[in-house]
């Protein structure tokens, strides 16, 4: 241990009540738990957060709170079976709020679930809300980012309008202004926290950290994160995690968190841990149908097919398109069964051609176009390429002829 750690873990060690000595232990401890040397640079930024939170629960303690605490940053080393595109969180609330206000500003009041603002005459906003119950009323320079303004020059704030989670718990948010935006990145991650055992892992990251944070799936990584109290879920932390991600691939043989991987078998590991998801594509559109009743998270689907086109030309979404179909089944060109549309986010690189095959994990969607139906896609959020063909190259679609110009 060099001389730089062991000097900050001395002198932090007054700041969470141990000694030198105990300071030490837990070091070494953390350090082993987490399976990284003490010398190695991670190490250091893994003590300061432990550091950190032991004082953040002291505090909390004495003030005579007490809340969960998960400790300190994990390493994780694995990779990701999907990671979605980064999705503003607080989109579907704040257009539900609005819906409301449009609806009954009286009831959206008087629920919680907006406050309205008015100028006064110094120029100040006059901000008006409803809160357990009681009238509240507080003036105010400028308005919170979330603010919006209608045509008719009314003036309205979202506002978080859940008193306590579904788990029973405080929100301490309730009755604030909703986040003007608020980005957040999931996915599954299938790898071992610290020294523990390989095993699949439901992921979320949110903020800005969540947007930069962009691995290709089924691709090694090294990261810090946070482990739920579930055992299942583990969270990127602020900048953290996205600042410590590393590719397995970039480091040198001789780094002691670097792991040879090249007998690892992706297929087998799809089977024997996510089987429940596999659907074969003609099944596509039944199981479209089984899994809305499942929680978000869980709706994904893994399947497999041969890319039959390819359009890399991105959608306004940053989405680019990829046909794939099962070759070794009878495609029902009635219903048009057997083969799929996928929508491949930017974050996801394609370097394959047509007549390759893939491995793909996403969820299934379907929409309703004038009373019509149309056939299931898939919002992919993982891909793995097990025969490569070509490279990725936009191929022309066929364009009717239009001749009204006559």
Known sequence: MNEDIKTEITKSAQFINLSAEEAMDKFKEICSENGIEADNPIAKGVWRNYVANTRRTNSTNDSGKTEGNDSFYKSAFGFFVSLDAPRDMMAWN?????????????????????????????????????????YDEKTITNLPDGAE????????????????FMNGGKNDNYGRPLPSEQ????????GQLGNGEMRSYYFSYKNQGGVDFAPNTFEWVHFLCVEGSNGTDIYGAKDLTSNSLTLNSTMEPE???????????????????????LVPLVE?????????????KERF??????????????????????????????????????MITCWVPSHLTLDFGIGSSV?????????????????????????YCVIRHGSAVEVAQPVEENFDWF
């Open 255 to 277: 780094n002691e968190l670097y792991r040879n991987m090249d007998s690892f078998d992706f297929e087998n590991c799809l089977r024997e841990n996510y089987n429940s998801h």
């Open 94 to 134: 704040r257009m539900k709020a609005k819906e409301e206000f449009l609806r009954d500003s009286d009831n959206a009041v008087e629920n919680g679930i907006v406050a309205i603002a008015n100028k006064n005459a110094l120029d100040k906003w006059v901000v008006s809300r409803y809160h357990h119950g009681t």
């Open 284 to 296: 596509m559109d039944r199981a479209h149908i089984q899994r809305q009743a499942l929680a978000s």
């Open 149 to 164: 303004e209608l045509e008719d020059g009314r003036v309205f704030i979202p506002l978080d309008s859940t008193p306590t």
């Open 183 to 190: 980005m957040r990145r999931s996915g599954v991650f299938y």
């Open 359 to 383: 491995i793909l994990v996403g969820r299934t969607s379907q929409r309703t176009v004038d009373g019509e139906t149309e056939p299931v896609t898939i919002n992919v959020a993982g891909l």
């Open 301 to 338: 689907v893994v399947t497999d097919g041969t890319v039959c086109n390819m359009n890399m030309t991105p959608t306004k979404n940053g989405n680019r398109i990829i046909n794939i179909t099962d070759l070794n089944a009878e495609l029902d060109y009635e219903n048009d069964s057997g």
